[in-house]
């Protein structure tokens, strides 16, 4: 009932900045939950961030914190992730998500918890 698409990556420099979107078709409910993973080559799908849609409250890895801000407008349907201070280590494909229901932690940074995913976008940090 939910499409997702990324937007927003590309090849940056490290100690640069890039800003994702998600963008999302058909309503966001206030229970849903969105979430940015991210994929290395030969690594697996890594937990970035999420956000609670009724409140915005937000987690981060804690490889990300401190670097990264995720927010959402609600009047969009959209949620970004601002990455700043990048690493040559950030280089990944980044996947937008989404659960309908909300959840603990421990639950929400597991991607098996997510109903809906994006396409992905590439985003690559040179050194």
């Known amino acids: 009932q939910v499409q997702l698409v990324e937007s927003g990556g590309g090849l940056v420099q490290a100690g640069g900045s890039l800003r994702l979107s998600c963008a999302a078709s058909?309503?966001?409910?206030?229970?849903?939950?969105m979430g940015w993973f991210r994929q290395a080559p030969k690594k697996e799908r890594e937990f970035v961030a999420f956000?609670?849609?009724?409140?915005?409250?937000?987690y981060y890895a804690d490889s990300v914190k401190g670097r990264f801000t995720i927010s959402r407008d609600n009047a969009k349907n959209t949620v970004y992730l601002q990455m700043n201070s990048l690493k040559p280590e950030d280089t990944a494909v980044y996947y937008c998500?989404?659960?309908?229901?909300?959840?603990?932690?421990?639950?929400?940074?597991?991607?098996?918890?997510?109903?809906?995913w994006g396409q992905g976008t590439q985003v690559t940090v040179s050194s």
């Open positions: 058909g309503r966001i409910f206030s229970t849903y939950v």
């Open positions: 998500a989404a659960r309908s229901d909300g959840g603990p932690i421990f639950r929400l940074r597991q991607g098996s918890a997510y109903d809906y």
């Open positions: 956000i609670r849609w009724s409140e915005g409250s937000t």
